[in-house]
């Protein structure tokens, strides 16, 4: 996806002289051409994250659009005051984009690791939040954000599906359950290639988004209605729960129960390794994922 | 338009003031960024109400938004905001608070208030001029003018900024910093050189001198950001 979000990056710096970019060092390597040709648009802070999205705000409010990237931590994290104010506070408006997505950096540990990215962002009002689960999903994102005003965030990952689906505002529905079906899986992004696998043989609807926020709540309702129960169960490749709020308002006029997969709260796991031996250690893997399902569906 | 004609000199400031601040034995005078704010309107910023959404406009951004009095009653004074406006301040439907909100003050470029953004956003924005190549009809470049105070310079995203605006050589970027001591532990060697080691032209000033401040923000054109120092005693 890195590679893709690159191609389409340098695409749109050399198609729309709005197109800025804003770097901290990371990836500047892949977007040297474009900064020779375009010296004034590709900016690289050195390694400076709050003048990143300060200075990202300043281009906004000149009527550019900038894209900023980096590490989630180093993205979002760490200069997450300057997101609140230096964008959302002053009405300006930026599409960033991170790599490293939860534990994709698993090797380099908690330090360049952010299960929590998306959580803190959604204390914010107004972000379009995409998690996009294949390479194809990641430029289609970019071709749909680059060209608007609003504040996006597009989540990176080193895992895909094997398949790329649209993205765009609604619940994308792969697999529909029976009416007297034991209720809808929901899979964000990278999770659902093993969510499918994992639920292959029970009566369930599945349904996908790579758009987190606005979250579908009327696509949901209407999945959950025409389901035998209006159970929910919920997996993102990120921190637990934290479209939960989305399911409760969501459902909020029918009694039901839901269930959040992801990146337990309660603990850090102080391990390296690779994402996959993370994604079995947070139950986030095909194995975890089909004994949660068995579980909260009653099976 | 005639409140506007009524209180549009600097002699009306103290007055704009006490329409906010209420109180009758308040020296409007002695606010530290008084004097700087005011030349910086009646002399070297080119933008008017009427401009005030041009693109070519100069931009000025408030970093140092507590306080932001004297600058309301600049902004009155030139016509951005109606006279009666003042009295209603920091109310639950008066666009003016404690620290001004850029959505709601027209002629406010920034909200501000957390100290260490204006820096950063400014840079940000005489990038943004120049990769966009904005020019005024007599094709001179539109410049931004940010103010910061001394103690706000101890917020790190400032100097990330400063180092920056340096390299990138970005001399359609002035920064005015209102120096009366305040920083908790002071800056040995003065304030000035934080900026001169980064490359930045630097001229120290009295804030309180007029002509000596409006020459000081003549601009550089030679890839240097500008530093203007401006020294104040609080009260004096």
């Known amino acids: 996806m890195r590679e893709t979000f690159a191609a389409t990056v340098n695409r749109a710096l050399e198609q729309d002289p709005r197109t800025a970019l804003v770097l901290a060092v990371i990836s500047s390597g892949m977007f040297r051409r474009s900064a020779a040709r375009y010296p004034d648009r590709v900016i690289d802070l050195g390694i400076r994250e709050q003048a990143m999205i300060g200075v990202a705000g300043g281009l906004a409010l000149t009527g550019m659009r900038p894209v900023v990237h980096s590490y989630a931590p180093f993205l979002v994290e760490r200069p997450f005051e300057q997101i609140k104010l230096d964008l959302g506070h002053q009405d300006a408006g930026a599409v960033l984009v991170s790599i490293g997505g939860s534990y994709d950096a698993a090797e380099a540990g908690r330090t360049h690791q952010s299960p929590g990215d998306i959580a803190l962002l959604d204390t914010l009002p107004g972000w379009t939040v995409r998690v996009p689960g294949h390479p194809d999903e990641a430029s289609e994102a970019l071709e749909l954000d680059i060209p608007g005003d609003h504040r996006a965030y597009l989540r990176l990952s080193g895992t895909s599906n094997r398949a790329a689906l649209p993205v765009g505002p609604r619940l994308h529905v792969l697999r529909t359950g029976s009416p007297r079906s034991a209720g809808v899986v929901v899979a964000v992004g990278p999770m659902l290639d093993r969510v499918l696998e994992a639920t292959a043989d029970l009566d369930v609807t599945v349904a996908y988004t790579s758009t987190v926020r606005p979250f579908d709540r009327e696509g949901l309702s209407t999945l959950a209605a025409a389901a035998g129960n209006a159970d929910v169960l919920l997996v993102e490749p990120y921190l637990r729960g934290t479209s939960a709020h989305e399911v409760s308002e969501a459902l909020a006029d029918r009694r039901h129960r839901q269930l959040s997969l992801g990146v337990p709260r309660d603990t850090e796991l102080r391990a390296y390794g690779t994402p996959a031996e993370h994604a079995r250690a947070h139950g986030l893997d095909t194995e975890g994922i089909a004994k949660a399902a068995r579980d909260f569906f009653l099976v | ?236």
């Not at chain 2, 030139?78 to 439907?93: S, Y």
């Not at chain 2, 009295?206 to 401040?213: E, F, T």
């Open chain 2, 1 to 236: 338009m005639t409140t506007t004609a009524t209180f549009s000199r600097y002699a009306d400031l103290p007055a704009l003031i006490g329409l906010m601040e209420g109180d009758e034995k308040h020296n409007g005078a002695s606010v530290s960024t008084l004097d700087v704010l005011w030349v910086l309107y009646d002399r070297v910023l080119e933008v008017t109400p009427d401009t005030a959404e041009d693109p070519a406009r100069d931009r000025f951004l408030l970093s140092k938004g507590h306080g932001p009095a004297a600058f309301y009653a600049v902004l009155a004074a030139k016509g951005f905001l109606d006279v009666p406006t003042l009295r209603g301040w920091t109310a639950f439907d008066s666009p003016l608070g404690h620290h001004p909100d850029r959505v709601l003050v027209p002629g406010a470029e920034i909200g501000s208030g957390s100290l260490g953004h204006g820096l950063p956003l400014g840079l940000g924005t005489a990038l943004g001029l120049r990769a966009r190549g904005v020019r005024r009809a007599d094709r001179t470049e539109p410049r931004v003018v940010v103010l910061v105070g001394d103690g706000e310079l101890d917020e790190g995203s400032n100097h990330e900024a400063i180092a920056a605006a340096g390299r990138l050589g970005a001399d359609n970027l002035t920064v005015v910093v209102i120096d009366n001591a305040s920083a908790q532990h002071g800056w040995p060697g003065g304030v000035g050189r934080r900026f001169e080691v980064e490359g930045w032209a630097v001229r120290e000033v009295n804030g309180r001198d007029h002509d000596a401040l409006d020459e000081a923000f003549t601009r550089t054109r030679d890839g240097r950001p500008l530093a203007v120092v401006a020294r104040v005693r609080n009260g004096s």
